[in-house]
């Protein structure tokens, strides 16, 4: 049997009985999802499409009805067969439901509504929720790697700006996050989130296709050739020359850059005895720009270390900002990367003098996997629901953590096309849209139907926004 990713098996096993648990006469259930705070204090949105064209886009067949009635009786929960039979009856398998949401790329203040969803007809009433597990699965995910690949990016344009070339922020932030998440879809969402920031580098050619099939990017970021350890050292360690040697007589062309690790044994003597002696004039003739892999030690003291050795062998410029530039070599740093990291080994650059321009960074696990639902604290909540005719506001407010308190009634995100702030309000708030405050929710989906998209360089636009 293959896994059917149906919406009808993709949600939680308690969410099958929740259609007898609402109070009598409910007819509509408005919920929303929210960054409620976390490690950044805003989030980058983005991802919803993907899973509106994966998930939703499909309509569900009274075979799959019948097949997830007996999943769902076997597990021992109760299944709605009528609530499912009278969707593929009166809508032809299509969710009667609205999902609303703030553009993708949207760089939005944690503890605002970044997504709505509700029932469009009384007799599915309990479908909004049922959707829970699959919509904020596919929302907080991407997001947040998003949010975080953002992060980095500002913190490196800002040791840019301060000692190099701006120009380069693109490719300073590298995703070598495939083989470390723990699916072939999150290496998708994720590598797609990191490209959608603005990062143009990538090793994750899954988020490339995934670019390519949701958001119609017909090339999201781009790669060059590198050397692995298997690829060194099969040449044997009296052969670690002969390897260099091999990768730049393959790909030392004029105008190119090639990276090669270089720490199979000692990173320190390859750079001083081999790249910077036996072969510093085939570099220097190759007018090639040679990218240097450290992939083990203490990040910041090894690529202090590399950095002076190599600039004793190659020498430097000096920047229109007063810092050292290496001549013909770079480094990247592409293990134990995160955040701290990355700042640290660029504020060390700084003291010694020398520009952020002389390297690059490799994230891996740290970019892609090694966060979670709460790294944003990312939640969805009911916060409305029409009963016996009339709307009443829906709230939980645990005593024992107000942090996870709830907003209540139906929620409206806003912004500020003047000040660039914003906030969410309820419904029936009664605040005016004057003084250039917008509605910042759009219907995306309903009835099946997806009634927007956007496109790759639209998220980028959206998200450059947040870097000036």
Not at 323 to 345: A, M, S
Request: glycine share 8%; proline share 3%.
């Amino acid at each position: 049997m293959k896994i059917n990713n149906s919406i009808l098996l993709n949600t939680d096993s308690y969410k099958s009985s929740m259609f007898l648990q609402y109070p009598p006469h409910t007819e509509f259930v408005h919920s929303y999802i929210e960054s409620r705070g976390g490690r950044f204090d805003k989030t980058v949105f983005f991802g919803l499409q993907a899973f509106l064209k994966d998930y939703l886009s499909t309509p569900i067949t009274k075979t799959d009805v019948a097949i997830a009635k007996e999943i769902w009786e076997a597990h021992g929960e109760p299944f709605n067969e009528a609530g499912w039979n009278y969707i593929v009856d009166t809508y032809h398998g299509y969710l009667p439901v609205r999902i609303k949401a703030v553009a993708e790329g949207s760089v939005v203040p944690t503890k605002n509504a970044l997504v709505t969803i509700e029932n469009l007809d009384p007799h599915c009433f309990w479908l909004t929720t049922w959707i829970e597990t699959a919509l904020l699965r596919a929302v907080w995910y991407p997001t947040t790697v998003a949010t975080q690949s953002h992060a980095i990016r500002k913190m490196i344009k800002r040791h840019l700006e301060e000692t190099g070339d701006v120009s380069g922020l693109a490719f300073k932030l590298h995703d070598f996050g495939a083989r470390g998440v723990s699916s072939f879809e999150s290496a998708v969402l994720g590598g797609m989130a990191h490209l959608a920031t603005g990062a143009m580098g990538t090793d994750t050619m899954s988020g490339i296709l995934g670019a390519l099939v949701y958001y119609d990017e017909p090339m999201a970021g781009y790669s060059i050739p590198a050397a692995e350890h298997s690829t060194i050292t099969s040449w044997g360690r009296f052969g670690e020359r002969n390897a260099y040697h091999n990768m730049l007589k393959q790909f030392a062309k004029p105008g190119a850059m090639v990276a090669i690790v270089s720490d199979s044994y000692d990173v320190f003597r390859a750079c001083q005895d081999l790249w910077g002696g036996e072969l510093k004039q085939e570099i220097i003739d190759s007018e090639a720009v040679v990218i240097i892999r450290p992939d083990s030690g203490d990040p910041l003291e090894v690529n202090a270390k590399l950095i002076q050795i190599l600039d004793k062998a190659f020498g430097h410029t000096i920047n229109d900002k007063g810092y050292k530039v290496l001549n013909h070599v770079r480094l990247i740093q592409g293990d134990g990367v995160n955040y701290e990291v990355i700042d640290n080994i660029l504020t060390n650059f700084k003291l010694k003098g020398y520009s952020a321009d002389n390297i690059a960074f490799g994230m891996g696990g740290g970019l892609l996997q090694q966060l979670d639902r709460d790294t944003q604290k990312f939640a969805m909540k009911c916060s409305a629901a029409k009963i016996d005719g009339k709307w009443v506001d829906v709230q939980k407010d645990p005593i024992t953590d107000h942090g996870k308190k709830s907003k209540k009634g139906r929620q409206m995100l806003q912004h500020n096309k003047y000040t660039n702030e914003w906030r969410t309000i309820s419904e029936s708030t009664e605040i005016t849209c004057e003084g250039g405050w917008e509605d910042a929710l759009e219907t995306l989906y309903q009835f099946g139907a997806i009634v927007k998209t956007t496109t790759f360089s639209e998220i980028r636009a959206n998200v450059a926004k947040d870097l000036d």
